[in-house]
């Protein structure tokens, strides 16, 4: 009995050593990354791709909110890898991207980041990472809608697989509860405070109808429609989207307030019946989320401030450095 206890608690030792060391090695991948990684092998890198997004935006207004969707699809599926850039036509598998989450991710947000990716290999060949390109890129287009300006380290390796097969269950889906979007986050190490502040990225960009479409049609109630909508907003979204079966394309802004700028709208509209998707009502409706949202709502600078700083670890989670991936030479391929 006295040999079992003892090999129990060395079992036990054992475990919390491992979970520390993995702690550990995830804790230096970050702190591996640096905002002055390019200084000397390419030190025009964050104007190359400031030019070319800036660029991007004007012809394609779009572009901001698809490409902060795609930064956010690339970190929560295995890290901040590029890994969900990769086209089906170039691979010889289904990758992320052929998900079926990932079918409605914005041509022009790839578009994007490729035309920076052909900008820097002209000027440095064989040296910055897709993965580095996106979250540059998403840092930028939230400037230039009007959100807060924060550095961006860098280092980060593309990864050299991509699997549709990792996708499910890594992403949170239009209809969950807060509850499961805070454990979701929490297994990426980003805390409620930070979920609320990204779920701050709904104020710009749009969604499908068929996203939100069982809150409209046969809702088991008197009306027809999710109660939790305002009702003016709910018959305005039931005609909007009549055709959304027919024409799968029909889409409505996320805020319909501001919607082309970046601001603190979207938590003002959640205690009005006035969030698009079941999963931004149910930010309101869960008090560990809801205190989030009401600060936010009243206070653009702590938005600002807290969307900047969890930006930030979002682009720490997962990644990969030195030999743990590589520097592929397009991001829409492996090779």
């Known amino acids: 009995m006295g040999t079992m206890l003892r090999r129990r608690g060395l079992f036990s030792i054992a475990l919390v050593l ?6 550990a090695g995830s804790c230096a991948a970050a ?22 997004i800036a660029a991007k935006q004007r012809a394609n207004p779009s572009t901001a909110a698809g490409t902060l969707r795609l930064f956010f699809h690339d970190c929560f ?20 991207r052929a998900a079926e989450i990932n079918l409605s991710l914005p041509g022009d947000a790839f578009d994007a980041v490729d035309r920076a990716k052909a900008a820097l290999e002209a000027a440095c060949p064989g ?25 961006v380290a860098l ?26 979007m805070v454990r979701l986050f929490a297994s990426k190490g980003l805390s409620p405070r930070e979920m609320v502040a990204l779920a701050g990225a709904h104020t710009v960009g749009f969604s499908h109808c068929a996203e939100f479409a069982h809150r409209l049609y046969g809702f088991k109630s008197a009306d027809g429609y999710d109660p939790r909508l305002n009702p003016e907003f709910a018959l305005a979204l039931q005609r909007s989207c009549a055709g959304y079966r027919s024409d799968p394309t029909v889409s409505i802004f996320n805020d319909v307030v501001t919607p082309r700028d970046f601001d603190e709208a979207y ?25 989030f949202v009401q600060r936010y ?21 997962g990644v990969k450095t030195g030999w743990q991936g590589g520097v592929r030479r397009r991001c829409d391929a492996l090779d």
């Not at 640096?34 to 030019?51: G, K, L, M, Q």
């Not at 840092?139 to 924060?150: A, E, Q, S, Y």
């Not at 280092?155 to 499961?180: K, Y």
């Not at 003002?268 to 869960?286: C, I, Q, R, T, V």
């Open 155 to 180: 280092g980060r390796r593309d990864s050299l697989r991509s699997d549709a097969r990792d996708v499910e269950g890594n992403l949170p889906r239009t209809n969950m509860s807060a509850r499961a």
């Open 297 to 317: 709502a009243g206070n653009r600078t702590a938005f600002f401030e807290d969307f900047a700083a969890a930006m930030q670890r979002l682009g720490s989670v």
């Open 18 to 23: 491992l979970l520390l060391l993995a702690a």
């Open 77 to 96: 599926v295995n890290g901040c890898d590029a890994s969900v850039l990769v086209s089906p036509l170039s691979s010889d598998s289904s990758p992320e």
């Open 127 to 151: 040296t910055v990472s897709c993965a580095d390109i996106l979250a540059l890129a998403a840092r930028d287009l939230v400037g230039i809608l009007g959100g807060p300006r924060f550095p």
């Open 31 to 52: 702190a591996r990354l640096s905002p002055n990684y390019y200084r000397r092998s390419c030190p025009r890198v964050e104007r190359i791709v400031a030019d070319v």
């Open 267 to 291: 938590y003002k509209n959640l205690p009005h019946g006035l969030g698009l998707l079941a999963s931004d009502a149910a930010l309101w409706e869960y008090p560990p989320t809801r205190v």
